[in-house]
């Protein structure tokens, strides 16, 4: 059996929906389209006899009825006009969406079809430059099209005409067109006017990007940022002549924003925000680029992916780099200030980058024992580095690390993952992770001749503070000024936490948050408890030894249990603040002499009678 051969037909009012829902992403392309389509003209009529070189817009009014533009390119012969909609679809709907542009015929072609999304007929006509009689074409959504040759002798060029759909007028009026024809035509290298109606206004200029004048350049980028850029830098990338402008941002992007680019295509604009141009890590700074060499999507809103566009955001992101390392040589006051305002976007993504890890991690800084360092200085300083993964373990252990050591604080956001990184970065340095517990292990006791009088004063002190679930150890710490430290490992102050919270929660929450007790008690052998770690080496805590008064031992050991909370910002509980002001008043009230009757002490967990 012997099938007929037939050819596709093309639905035109399925490729206008197609068209409008899936490819463009609003009719407001449809006058870039034809900015395109006229510029694309122009070059070729220049390639013919060396004219040309203007488009004129006349927006939709109530005098004119229709919206018309008008380039002086090459033009269309009739043959050219009638094979206008065979461009797209000849080879079934493959060519719908790979829609090509190889030549200027296929270019016109398909930005044509956008005008059916504001226009349910297009007029068209032309004069070619290669010769021959004026002609007329005229297309309706419906698929149906009509061409002519027309006795009047048209000047050199095309004009379309476009009568607005009932949903589309406003783009076709004055102030759509010229907010439309400046966003994507103002830097075009024609000439682009629109007709005001008491004369033409001319939208087109220099392209500040690019025209090498650093005063516009810096300009231009506080218009786009709407403030003054910290810095400005060149790009380029010849291959594909791609040319350009990258703003350093004078303020931290909103957390989790992307990179994304103002893009022109021969100084078209492409998109407002391409996020494909720059590397993911270059979300710093806003960059405004042109390239002749980059191939657009089928909506021409965005790039294809493929070889050509990778190597620009590699030589892109090659010159960003450049200018950091370049500005810590020259300028380090300035890269200073450019880390401290993108400190944590940096911080970030370096955990997750390592070509930017490897240029960028040495000037960030963390919070040390010895003051806030740069990454880079402490590893030059110390190529042992000691990191606590929580503020509330860094707070605890700086008192007792040693001088000649170095102390990380990696509670802040990042900062453990940094630490942690260090060695693949510096491979001569090694880090170490320390906990309270382990920390006070490696203090030393007090002298052997001591150590009877350190234990008795252990003992007694426990009994002191067991209210408060705190039992004391005496260690000697390198530290004369120290009296004690206040110490707790992370268990024990999410216990702590829970008990407040109970005492300020209803009965619901007090619920669960004593299911959470029950339920980590039973998984637990040991008990929790905090400690006060007294400082032998310091006069206070072994003067203590010598107080045989219960009363001033009791209240000057539960002010230091306050002082100890406090030097480690833990807060104070009501129970907490109530210790303090008894005892300071009944160390006032001692101190003064008064008699017993004075200051009643009761007997209590708190402390011993008097």
Not at 154 to 159: A, D, F, K, R, Y
Not at 291 to 317: C, F, H, I, N
Not at 347 to 370: G, M, N, P, Q
Not at 374 to 398: I, K, T
Request: charged share 25%.
């Amino acid at each position: 059996m012997t099938a007929d051969v037939q050819q596709f037909q093309v639905d035109l009012r399925g490729v206008v929906d197609l068209l409008s829902r899936h490819i463009y992403s609003s009719p407001r392309v449809y006058l870039r389209e034809l900015l395109q389509n006229a510029r694309d003209a122009i070059t070729a009529r220049r390639e013919v006899d060396g004219g040309g070189g203007r488009i004129r817009i006349t927006p939709l009014t109530a005098k004119n009825g229709e919206f018309v533009l008008r380039d002086d390119g090459v033009g269309l012969t009739l043959t050219e006009v009638a094979d206008l909609l065979a461009t797209v679809g000849r080879s079934s709907k493959r060519d719908i969406f790979d829609l090509p542009r190889s030549d200027y015929l296929g270019q016109f072609g398909i930005g044509l079809l956008s005008c059916f999304m504001v226009a349910d007929t297009i007029v068209i006509r032309s004069r070619s430059a290669k010769g021959g009689a004026s002609v007329e074409w005229t297309g309706s959504s419906d698929g149906t099209f009509q061409v002519a040759e027309i006795d009047e002798e048209l000047p050199i060029g095309t004009s379309v005409h476009l009568v607005p759909r009932f949903d589309a007028g406003d783009l076709l009026r004055p102030a759509a067109v010229n907010e439309l024809a400046t966003a994507f035509g103002e830097f075009l290298p024609v000439r682009v006017t629109i007709d005001s109606g008491a004369g033409d206004i001319d939208i087109t200029h220099p392209a500040p990007f690019l025209d090498g004048i650093p005063e516009t350049a810096v300009q231009y980028g506080r218009e786009l940022l709407g403030a003054a850029p910290l810095d400005v830098i060149e790009l380029h990338e010849p291959a594909t002549g791609t040319r350009g402008l990258a703003y350093v941002l004078p303020f931290a992007p909103p957390p989790g924003a992307r990179q994304a680019t103002r893009m022109y295509l021969g100084r078209m604009l492409l998109s407002e925000r391409a996020a494909d141009v720059l590397p993911d890590w270059a979300f710093f700074v806003r960059a405004v680029v042109d390239s002749t060499g980059l191939a657009p999507t089928a909506s021409r809103e965005s790039l294809v992916e493929d070889a050509a566009l990778e190597r620009v955001r590699e030589q892109l992101g090659a010159g960003i780099r450049r200018w950091i390392l370049e500005l810590g040589l020259r300028e380090p006051h300035r890269l200073a200030q450019f880390v401290a305002i993108h400190e944590l976007g940096l911080k970030s993504l370096v955990r997750h980058d390592e070509e930017l890890a490897r240029f960028i991690t040495r000037w960030l800084t963390v919070e040390t024992t010895h003051g806030t360092m740069q990454l880079g200085d402490l590893v030059e300083r110390y190529p042992h580095v000691r990191y606590a993964s929580s503020v509330d373990e860094f707070r605890q252990v700086a008192g007792i690390s040693p001088a000649s050591e170095v102390l990380v604080n990696g509670g802040y956001l990042y900062d453990a993952d940094l630490v942690r990184m260090l060695p693949d970065l510096y491979p001569a340095v090694t880090i170490e992770k320390v906990d309270v517990t382990g920390e006070l292990d490696r203090l030393d006791p007090p002298p052997l001749d001591d150590r009877d009088a350190a234990v008795a004063l252990e003992a007694r002190a426990s009994a002191v503070l067991a209210a408060s679930s705190c039992a004391v150890v005496v260690r000697s710490i390198d530290r004369p000024d120290l009296t004690g430290l206040y110490v707790a490992d992370p268990d024990v102050l999410r216990a702590i936490d829970r008990g407040r919270t109970k005492g300020i929660t209803g009965s619901l929450w007090g619920g669960v948050l004593d299911k959470i007790d029950q339920t980590l008690s039973s998984a637990r052998d040991d008990d929790l408890s905090a400690r006060l770690c007294l400082n032998w080496s310091n006069r206070v805590v072994r003067a203590l030894v010598r107080v045989d008064d219960d009363a001033v031992f009791a209240r000057t050991l539960q002010l230091l249990y306050i002082q100890a909370l406090l030097a480690g910002h833990h807060p104070l509980s009501d129970a907490d603040r109530t210790l303090m002001t008894t005892a300071l008043s009944d160390l006032v009230s001692l101190s003064a002499g008064l008699e017993e009757d004075a200051f009643p002490f009761e007997g209590t967990a708190d402390g011993p009678a008097r």
